[in-house]
């Protein structure tokens, strides 16, 4: 006696619902390719002669690792903060960009480069900071 199935379901979908669906989608696509606009404008940037001019280097001021400011790296003429001000005035008036790059040494005082940093904030120039080793 044979008690098993004869008729075994198949699990697999149908593919001519899948074809149906890919054909229409080609035809969509076929058309819609169509109906789109080959000659758009597009404003294209020109190749001019003339380059821009390079932005300024900022005005440089250095903190020294006993807490003194320094114009030039070179120049071993220190400053305190109260000689500081009026020197980065008289510098920063000229200056189209307001840019001050702050070289701090790492042992240096961070109030030293503070002050430095509140007074370009109050004058309303953009600090830079970098460090020395």
Do not use: C
Not at 42 to 60: F, G, I, K, R, Y
């Amino acid at each position: 006696m044979n008690l098993g199935r004869r008729n075994k379901v198949k699990a697999e979908g149908g593919m001519s619902s899948m074809t149906d669906l890919v054909f229409l989608l080609l035809i969509f696509f076929i058309i819609i390719s169509t109906q789109t606009n080959d000659h758009l404008p597009v404003d294209l940037p020109q190749n001019s002669e003339s380059q821009p001019s390079p932005t300024p280097a900022p005005q440089e001021i250095g903190v020294s690792e006993n807490s003194l400011y320094f114009f030039d790296a070179n120049n071993p003429e220190n400053y305190t903060f109260e000689e500081v001000i009026p020197i980065l005035d008289g510098k920063m008036a000229n200056e189209a960009e307001k840019n001050l790059k702050i070289t701090g040494d790492k042992s240096s005082n961070y109030e030293a480069i503070f002050n430095i940093i509140a007074l370009a904030k109050q004058r309303g120039w953009k600090p830079v900071l970098t460090y020395s080793k």
